[in-house]
């Protein structure tokens, strides 16, 4: 009877949007495990109402959080004392040229907004990835503490920068894995396969995760089985 | 072959329940395990109480519903210690998704600590272009950022006076799903603006970080919904990931047994053929 | 001429990145500055090409009544649903319809799509993740040491043991070991990968993003 | 106590955000701040020695100087007097000049911002109550110095410069026709044994691209296999069957295997119905090709690009299915499903490579060759680093510190 209540209403004081909030969430969340079951219509049907809601939120927050801020109101400032930022006439017209993809005739200037960012993101990822995963990793192993920390810790050191050079020379492929290279890529796969098996197992717990989220919704938001 | 019952010709379904099952029943009558602490864990616990009252830290949001269960209590978890330590925060997201994810854990925070938007905290919402709002923001989170969630001008905003860019963030949080994520702020940010950067990541994502957390590069790391719990364990305050724990422990034993049941099961079956054979 | 100026713009613009990276003069910074803000107007833009694709693909599935047309109409009406809601005249904050659409439909569908794959897991972690070598017998002891060492049974199985016999110490001492290394050797491989594909880039060895000659 | 100290400072730094913005607004909050901090006419004691230096040691645009000061005697534990440290900046050596900032109770440091590079500055710090100012503590004269190289980053840009030195001369070899060695990748072997099995069973050839854009380098990588792959099953006239998720992918599979087929001479062989588009959607897509492997039972599988976490659905039914399957990808975190479920793995790197190998393009193998070279040179530059930090040498380690 109780629970009934608690279904219905929510506890005392849930705004009535609250609970509905609940029972529509709580079936679309049985409409995707019915996948479980079978491929079916409720999965379809639940599978095109995300992806339509999806894109239509990704375009209301580009709108009100980046173009908004960025383009109109630097170019459009209306009577909120800002002075009109002039330059930002250049990027409106690199992103008017992006959107002419969707004109054949005109698709050809896309290439000069596609030009400017893949230019730029190039150019980022190389000082991001120079820096950050290739002289900071070398700098990193160079400076693996060999000398302080007890025998165990040395060793596992020492392991860890043979691993380093074991993958390395894992993916070399400008000679044969002959010999003393060949024993050494081995290693470099025995250290792969350990790193493998820890992301496997991360990646279980991952996945399990998600579903422990999804249970604690249903079981205690919705139906209010558990605290 | 077809002698006898087969192991391996077990119906899908009938697994989907034995899971179904093992997540429910933990949450239901939960075991209450107890709960260790590891090393990236504890530093990152560590390098945040280090920090004085008053100073600014970033949450920076990079994730989406679909890994809000591993991710949103590394966000309400940090929220806490931040407010607790009379740290002032701002927040700022490279994922649409994040800034209403982040809203919900932090105005119910906000309202228990007592502290003000705009003065205590804000929320600068989502900015589109990843990696180079990142360096954007190395030059000028204002510029970056012109307004916060609500769309009010960051000028306009008492703790946005004090930022102007990394050089005023004493410690970076970053929550993490993907791309952008813990990779590129270490790249951009941690590497080139000298910024003292912990993570929260899935834990399908966890183990590539790694070797940043050796190198330093990050100061410590969650993983996944047992990072989130060991840093609920280090703040003395239990939430979701913690009460996932037991389901989680349950559900990993079943999977163990499921692999070695179905490699003792491949073998047997192997032998047989081969005797078949012969 | 109409493949010549995108690859000048591209080679232009990064290399006055990579000199924004490594000379600190103010002339350099600000203008960098403002580049990195339009970056963000016009990957905004390539977002919204990306939506307008999709659009675009669902109105053609609904044109030709293709396979499955009527969920295509389910797409695009609950997209218009949301977009009055939130577009330019609506408000997406806190509180607003547009808000509790994303929160109590969106937040469960894309959840509850990704926690399949726990059961899926499981299902797969009984029928085919198999020791068919060394190499994936080592992969799976690996495996099976982190599921249980991470999670707190792994404690409560070895409780009473020295430390250094623990599951969580073991877990955590292959994780900062020996997967940290291997992690690190990819991590540096990949480095290189994607640096030499950033100068082919810049350089216009690499033009196949401008896609085919029209 | 700490609490209300903070409480303090927030109340102090509202009332200097409005002032001047809104008279009105001024009295309430002057009278708040009254009642929680009685009014007195001690000022707290100044803060300790103000240390002012040229920001990142001489390494930046000359604009910012870093600040460093120590707390005054009554910040925090003390007697909670100090509500906010003052910051104040001159021209000149006589006057204070003008406030720069205030700052929270606890502070020690600061960075100023947005100077004028080259000017000399006086710096000076005080503590404040809310109502009285303590004597000003002052340093010496500083100023920022102009850059136009980042030092530290040296490093990075002799590596950078080397690696794409060795990049550009590889590349240059290789469009000149010189024999560049790259072994050859086991698992294109294990690719070609499968491919044999298929072929002796009459029965088709599975090749999934990924579900990847076509703008994946993990995609262009797997076309070049298909290619390979699909000139071997045109000569033993084997089925191959090529399910997409991406329209874009479908149209370059047609065009790699059509133009395979007309190369070995078997054109008619090529069957336009065998390359696929099945769904955008992930599991969509996942649950469609299950389905092509139970119906039409292919005796292969080969998966070779971009994947998440659809992996392990497709490695799994094929498995069920007794298809032999070799996999490639560089997405780490599906790897280890590949390596338990297929019998075959490309890792990583060995799918690029793989692709530098069979299509001999100069622009993969100058890549490839230039990563290979400056691996060595890497392992080289570790290893002497290491043994040199462990002998106590550390200025050679030091050159690669980039911050």
Request: glycine letters at 8%; a negative charge.
């Amino acid at each position: 009877m109780n629970w009934l209540q608690l279904l219905f209403n929510g506890p005392p004081g849930t705004p009535a949007s609250v609970v509905w909030g609940f029972w529509v969430a709580a079936i679309l969340t049985i409409c995707i495990y019915s996948f479980l079951y079978k491929d079916n219509p409720l999965y379809k049907f639940a599978e095109s109402l995300f992806v339509g809601l999806g894109a239509a939120y990704w375009l209301a927050l580009l709108y009100h959080e980046t173009l908004v801020p960025k383009l109109i109101h630097p170019l459009f400032p209306g009577d909120s004392g800002d002075p009109v930022m002039w330059i930002r006439i250049f990027p409106g017209i690199l992103a008017i040229f992006m959107l002419l993809r969707f004109f054949p005739k005109l698709s050809w200037l896309s290439r000069w907004a596609l030009g400017f960012i893949v230019g730029m993101y190039s150019a980022v990822n190389i000082t991001g990835f120079a820096q950050g995963d290739f002289v900071a990793q070398i700098y990193a192993t160079m400076t693996t503490p060999l000398r302080s920390g007890g025998a165990l810790e040395i060793t596992l050191n020492i392991v860890s920068i043979i691993g380093v050079f074991a993958v390395l020379i894992y993916f070399f492929f400008s000679k044969e894995h002959k010999g003393v290279l060949g024993g050494v890529a081995k290693l470099g796969i025995w250290f792969l396969m350990v790193a493998f098996g820890a992301s496997f197992g991360y990646t279980v717990m991952g996945r399990v995760s998600l579903l422990i989220g999804r249970m604690q919704f249903m079981l205690r938001d919705w139906l209010h089985i558990i605290e | 072959m077809s002698q006898g019952f087969d192991l391996r010709r077990i119906d899908r379904r009938i697994i989907f329940l034995l899971v179904l099952i093992a997540v429910v029943w933990p949450l239901i009558a939960p075991l209450r395990l107890p709960m260790d602490v590891s090393p990236p864990v504890q530093r990152l616990y560590d390098r945040i109480e280090e920090i004085p009252a008053g100073s600014i830290v970033m949450l920076a949001g990079d994730y989406s519903p679909d890994t809000m269960p591993e991710l949103q209590p590394m966000t309400e978890t940090f929220i806490r210690h931040a407010f607790r330590n009379d740290l002032r925060l701002v927040v700022a997201c490279l994922w649409p998704a994040s800034p209403p994810l982040v809203e919900r854990a932090l105005l119910p925070l906000a309202e228990e600590f007592g502290k003000v938007e705009g003065v205590d905290y804000v929320n600068l919402g989502y900015m589109a272009g990843g990696t180079v709002t990142l360096l954007g923001m190395g030059a000028s989170i204002p510029n970056t950022f012109p307004t916060d969630y609500g769309g009010t001008p960051v000028r306009d905003i008492p703790l946005m006076q004090e930022v102007e860019n990394f050089d005023d963030i004493a410690f970076v949080m970053e929550v993490s799903a993907g791309t952008p994520g813990t990779r590129e702020w270490v790249q951009q940010v941690q590497s080139r603006y000298r910024v003292s950067l912990g993570s929260g990541t899935t834990a399908v994502g966890a183990p590539n970080f790694y070797p940043y957390v050796q190198s330093g590069q990050l100061v410590g790391l969650l993983g996944g919904l047992k990072g989130a719990a060991e840093y609920e364990t280090l703040l003395e305050y239990p939430g979701d990931a913690t009460k996932g724990m037991d389901a989680q422990s349950v559900v990993h034993a079943l999977i163990v047994v499921f692999i070695i049941l179905g490699n003792i099961a491949y073998f047997a079956a192997r032998r047989r053929e081969r005797a078949e054979a012969r | 001429m109409r493949r010549e100026i995108p690859l000048a713009i591209t080679f232009l613009i990064g290399v006055f990145m990579l000199v924004d990276f490594f000379v600190p003069h103010h002339g350099v910074s600000a203008a960098a500055e403002e580049m990195k803000q339009w970056g963000t107007i016009v990957i905004a833009a390539s977002i919204l090409l990306g939506v307008g694709n999709l659009i675009r693909v669902h109105f053609r599935k609904i044109r030709r009544k293709s396979d499955g047309w009527g969920y295509s109409i389910m797409t695009l009406a609950s997209m218009a649903v949301m977009l009055y809601f939130g577009g330019p005249w609506g408000t997406i904050e806190e509180g607003s319809a547009f808000n509790w659409m994303f929160l109590n439909m969106q937040v469960p569908l894309q959840s509850t799509m990704f926690s399949l794959l726990a059961f899926f897991i499981a299902s797969a972690a009984y029928r085919a993740f198999r020791l068919r070598s060394a190499e994936a017998g080592l992969l799976l002891i690996a495996a099976i040491i982190v599921m249980l060492g991470r999670v707190p049974l792994g404690q409560f199985l070895t409780r009473g043991l020295p430390e250094k016999a623990t599951l969580p110490w073991l877990t955590e001492t292959i994780m900062a070991y020996p997967n940290m290394a291997a992690f690190r050797g990819i991590l540096m491989g990949a480095a290189l990968g994607v640096m030499a594909m950033g100068l082919r880039i810049i350089l216009g060895i690499e033009r196949s993003y401008l896609g085919g000659e029209k | 106590m700490e609490r209300t100290c903070v409480a303090l400072a927030v109340a102090a730094l509202l009332t200097v955000s409005l002032a001047g913005t809104a008279g009105a607004q001024e009295a309430p909050v002057e009278e708040a701040l009254l009642d929680a901090a009685p009014p007195d006419s001690v000022a707290p004691a100044a803060p300790g020695a103000l240390a002012a230096r040229d920001y990142l040691d001489s390494n930046d645009a000359g604009d910012k100087i870093e600040l460093d000061w120590e707390l005054s005697p009554d910040d925090g534990e003390g007697s909670c007097d100090v509500v906010a440290y003052r910051l104040w900046r001159s021209q000149s050596a006589s006057s204070p000049g003008e406030l720069v900032t205030e700052l929270s109770p606890g502070q020690t440091h600061y960075v100023d911002q947005n100077l004028e590079p080259g000017a000399q500055y006086y710096y000076s710090i005080t503590a404040y109550d809310g109502t009285n100012e303590s004597a000003p503590i002052a340093c010496a004269p500083v100023s920022g110095r102009v850059n136009l190289f980042q030092t530290t980053r040296l490093s990075i840009l002799v590596l950078m410069a080397v690696f794409f030195a060795l990049v550009l001369i590889f590349t240059k070899l290789a469009e000149r026709g010189a024999e560049l060695f790259v072994r050859r990748i086991p698992g294109l072997n294990a690719i070609e044994e499968a491919v044999g099995r298929a072929t002796e069973m009459g029965r088709p050839v599975l090749y999934v691209p990924g579900i990847g854009e076509i703008d994946n380098i993990m995609t262009i990588a797997s076309l070049t296999i298909l290619s390979h792959v699909a000139k071997i099953t045109a000569r033993y006239e084997t089925p191959l069957i090529v399910p997409t998720a991406r329209a874009v992918v479908m149209s370059a599979a047609e065009e790699v295997v059509k133009q395979a087929y007309a190369e070995v001479g078997q054109p008619d062989a090529y069957n336009p119905d065998n390359i696929r588009y099945l769904s955008d959607a992930q599991f969509a897509f996942a649950g469609a090709v299950n389905g092509i492997m139970l119906r039409e039972k292919p005796a292969a599988n080969l998966y070779m690009g971009a994947f998440w976490a659809e992996s392990l659905l497709l490695a799994e039914t094929g498995f069920e299915a007794g298809a032999i399957q070799v996999a490639g990808t560089a997405m780490v975190s599906q790897l280890p499903f590949f390596v338990t479920s297929c019998d075959f793995t490309l890792m990583g790197e060995e799918l690029y490579a793989a692709s530098a190998y069979l299509s001999r393009e100069p622009k993969l193998l100058g890549g490839l060759k230039g990563s290979d070279w400056m691996k060595v040179v890497t392992i080289a530059l570790m290893a002497l680093g290491a043994i040199l930090n462990f002998m106590g040498f550390e200025s050679f380690v030091n050159w690669f510190q980039t911050q």
